[in-house]
């Protein structure tokens, strides 16, 4: 397994034997002709984003396996393949056959395993925005930043919606150079945006009327939350199973309890956690119980809300 971006980019010249070629803009990473045909070109914005562009064909199956160690991003990436023979998708791959295009969401906490068959041809490209992008930019960007990656893990297609053209548009840039650049940065502020404006639909403070009936039932979803802890509902689940239109859904429930469903949702996994804590479950085990695909994810929630890792917590209120 191949753990962090900056671990992947060194694989690409260690283990890839790919030719690394450094332009004014980007560093392109060229196949050698034994592996197949095409680049990879990365650019960077000193710590706040990436952006992986991939051209190639293989001449075998190529199979990687990647685990986020940086700092934590979320990632997205688009793919399109061009291959006339049909494909058996492999089982809890990401398989660039499974579909002409395809967006992917990367949750900065999740396992990628990744496949690419041989004589197809595979365009792509990644887009990893750290925490740092929006700490530079945002009010309360550790807020943001956790919310989204819980609508990106719980509703990934509501994730990306609309993101497509934005991403097929990068990925087909016209320009070279220095003007390619500035075209794909301003691309990912586009991308920000969507993003950011996704937060900002769950975060509804206007206030409404809310019947007897309207109360009764939002009343529940804590309770609904607590219960499927570790798979919870969608926004759009919510509303279906309540019989509640997703505006009042989001605005009631904020004008009850003073927050958005989503930054709920993370008290109540911090709160189960500190329970949890006080036991003989490992960490690893407690991340699972909660719905995080990752010790890694669960740490960097659990610092960023307690001001300390569970390990420093457990440590600190260990029962004598």
Same mark, same amino acid.
């Given at each position: 397994m191949i753990t962090g971006l900056k671990a992947y980019e060194a694989h690409l010249t260690s283990s890839m034997q790919m030719q690394k070629k450094?332009? +004014?803009?980007? /560093?392109?990473? %060229?196949?050698? =002709? =034994?592996?197949?045909?095409?680049?990879? #070109?990365?650019? =960077? /914005?000193? #710590? #706040?984003?990436?952006?992986?562009?991939? +051209?190639?064909?293989?001449?075998?199956? /190529?199979? %990687?396996?990647? @685990?986020?160690? +940086?700092? @934590?991003?979320?990632?997205?990436s688009y793919v399109e393949r061009k291959d006339d023979e049909k494909h058996t998708p492999i089982e809890n791959a990401l398989d660039v056959t499974a579909k002409d295009s395809q967006r992917i969401s990367y949750p900065t906490d999740e396992v990628i395993v990744g496949v690419c068959p041989a004589n197809v041809n595979v365009k792509a490209v990644n887009v990893y925005l750290h925490t740092s992008f929006f700490e530079n930019r945002l009010p309360k960007p550790a807020v943001v930043f956790e919310v989204l990656k819980i609508i990106q893990s719980i509703d990934p297609a509501f994730f990306l919606h609309n993101l497509n053209p934005v991403l097929s548009q990068m990925l087909y840039c016209p320009f070279q150079g220095g003007s390619q650049f500035l075209f794909l940065q301003g691309k990912v502020f586009e991308i920000a945006a969507h993003l950011v404006r996704l937060y900002q639909q769950e975060d509804v403070d206007e206030k409404i009327f809310l019947s007897g009936y309207d109360e009764e039932h939002l009343c529940e979803i804590p309770n609904i939350l607590l219960g499927n802890i570790a798979d919870p509902p969608s926004i759009g689940a919510l509303a279906r199973m309540l019989a509640i239109n997703e505006y009042k859904l989001k605005a009631g429930f904020k004008q009850l309890y003073g927050a958005t469903i989503y930054e709920y949702l993370r008290k109540l996994r911090i709160e189960k956690a500190l329970s949890l804590l006080s036991g003989d479950l490992s960490i690893g085990e407690i991340a699972a119980q909660l719905g995080y695909k990752s010790q890694r994810g669960f740490t960097d929630s659990f610092a960023e809300y307690c001001g300390m890792t569970p390990s420093k917590w457990k440590r600190a209120n260990k029962r004598v």
């Open positions: 450094i332009q +004014d803009c980007s /560093v392109r990473y %060229l196949f050698n =002709k =034994k592996m197949g045909n095409g680049y990879t #070109e990365v650019f =960077k /914005v000193r #710590e #706040e984003f990436q952006i992986w562009i991939t +051209d190639a064909t293989f001449h075998e199956s /190529v199979k %990687l396996t990647y @685990a986020n160690g +940086d700092d @934590a991003y979320i990632g997205i």
